[in-house]
């Protein structure tokens, strides 16, 4: 267990891989309403700033730095997965007569590098691939490299000052990093100010266009997924740039997308059908809509392409999008100071009582008050707290039980022995009042009913959440 990244990290790992394990499609598979969406409001921005495609952007990269050289310029590509696109790369490069190239492909699944090796093998590239099986949070660097390429995977990353220290001291001195990822909430989930213009457009929805893709329900209200529940799925996806910012200087900034990500995903975004045109028409103004918000700070991007550099370089981005305009102000719950929707909504069993009150989504509390591995919720203090009183339920039944660590934005404030039967724990925590801090409570015990033969069950389960009581 790599006890360095928490309890469950191992657990992760194995999720992570099992994901994606089998496959063979990393980055296709999109609804044609994220085609439509691109095209009308990526593209366009991205020409604005003299680039014709992402793609086309790291192969010129790549380019510019092996001209000239009388050696290979070395490319790292940061979670190669099948190595499908690095192949394309090498593919264009050769097509333009540039040949100098080797790309190292780092990737922790072997059943992916076995397929990217087969690839290269195939199209003759061979020679100029490099097979690296590591986790980046605990990949040591071993060569100097030329272009790193993270496309669609720091989102994944748990240790992103150990990856970016790595990445930043074997860049060469005109090296770049290519950053094409996501840098919205952690979980991929939405802000509350987000949250709340994504609701209200829900509700204007037919029911055709609601209809979840892995469930087969139709959701009449939109579930705001916490995705990095099991694996590393947005694990610290909001941590993405603005951590980046500390270890390295952008030159060329597209920072986009927020409102229109549910619309355009996996599991809503084949309801739309790009033939239909008021489905058509809804896509492009979803997409206006958030460009709009955007501009006007309302709202933070979930989306970013760039470069970076080890040393500071005069700056392109588009329009008023700097990298300090999105990166989004994590320390407090509602960057316009109120909560715009009904707070106690957020938490209809009242499992939060006395001087504070839930203001977002419970994430880990199933709806029959069961909780899982990890629970997260922000919550408002009302009055200045002095102390959290812990009700949780244990069944005789439950193979085992241990213990429950509490954390306050991020840092562990206690851990309390949980055993069979009603537990109350009083813990000291200080909480000036009007404040909003996100509330963590972390088990390192937990079951499978059906899996252990002790139920029907097959959710993970720890415990029962009997309430949270916020003390003056």
């Known amino acids: 267990m790599h006890r360095a990244h928490g309890l469950g990290y191992d657990e992760r790992i194995q999720a992570e891989q099992e994901t994606f394990a089998a496959q063979l499609d990393l980055h296709g598979s999109l609804p044609e309403s994220a085609h439509r969406w691109s095209a009308q409001h990526m593209v366009p921005k991205l020409h604005a700033l003299g680039v014709s495609s992402i793609d086309q952007l790291i192969v010129d990269e790549i380019a510019k730095r092996a001209a000239g050289l009388r050696r290979d310029a070395v490319v790292l590509s940061l979670g190669s997965g099948n190595g499908d696109q690095e192949l394309s790369w090498l593919r264009s490069l050769r097509e333009a007569g540039v040949r100098n190239v080797r790309i190292r492909l780092l990737e922790f699944n072997p059943d992916m590098q076995k397929r990217a090796a087969a690839a290269a093998a195939e199209l003759g590239f061979g020679d100029r691939v490099e097979h690296v099986v590591a986790d980046f949070n605990v990949w040591r660097a071993d060569a100097d490299h030329d272009v790193v390429v993270a496309y669609q995977v720091l989102h994944h990353v748990l240790d992103l000052e150990h990856l970016y220290g790595q990445v930043r001291d074997s860049l060469t001195t005109d090296g770049v990093l290519v950053v094409h990822d996501m840098i919205g909430r952690n979980g991929h989930r939405r802000w509350p100010e987000a949250l709340e213009v994504v609701e209200r457009i829900w509700a204007t929805l037919p029911a055709e266009l609601r209809r979840n893709a892995i469930t087969g329900a139709v959701d009449d209200t939109y579930d705001d997924v916490d995705c990095a529940i099991e694996g590393f799925e947005g694990i610290r996806a909001q941590d993405v740039l603005p951590v980046l910012l500390d270890y390295l200087h952008p030159s060329f900034f597209l920072a986009l997308g ?215």
């Open 258 to 472: 927020n409102v229109i990500d549910p619309f355009v995903d996996r599991i809503y975004g084949h309801n739309f059908d790009m033939g239909n045109e008021v489905h058509r028409s809804l896509i492009d103004h979803i997409g206006t809509l958030d460009d709009t918000l955007i501009d006007l700070g309302v709202l933070t991007p979930t989306r970013l392409t760039a470069l970076f550099h080890p040393t500071p370089q005069p700056l392109r981005a588009y329009g008023s999008r700097t990298p300090a305009r999105s990166v989004r102000d994590t320390s407090v719950f509602d960057p316009a100071g109120r909560v715009s929707f009904q707070p106690r909504g957020t938490d209809p069993a009242g499992l939060v009582s006395g001087s504070g009150v839930a203001v977002g989504r419970m994430n880990g509390v199933f709806p029959d008050h069961w909780a899982g591995r990890t629970v997260q919720f922000p919550v408002l203090s009302t009055a200045a707290v002095a102390t959290l009183r812990l009700s949780v339920y244990v069944p005789d039944w439950m193979p085992r039980t241990g213990n429950l660590a509490i954390g306050i934005d991020g840092t562990i404030v206690a851990t309390v022995d949980i055993a069979h039967g009603l537990t109350e724990r009083t813990v000291p925590v200080a909480l000036p009042a009007h404040r909003t801090a996100e509330l963590t409570l972390s088990s390192d015990w937990w079951v499978n009913p059906a899996l252990a033969g002790t139920g029907d069950d097959r959710r993970t389960l720890s415990y029962v959440l009997v309430g949270v009581s916020w003390e003056s």
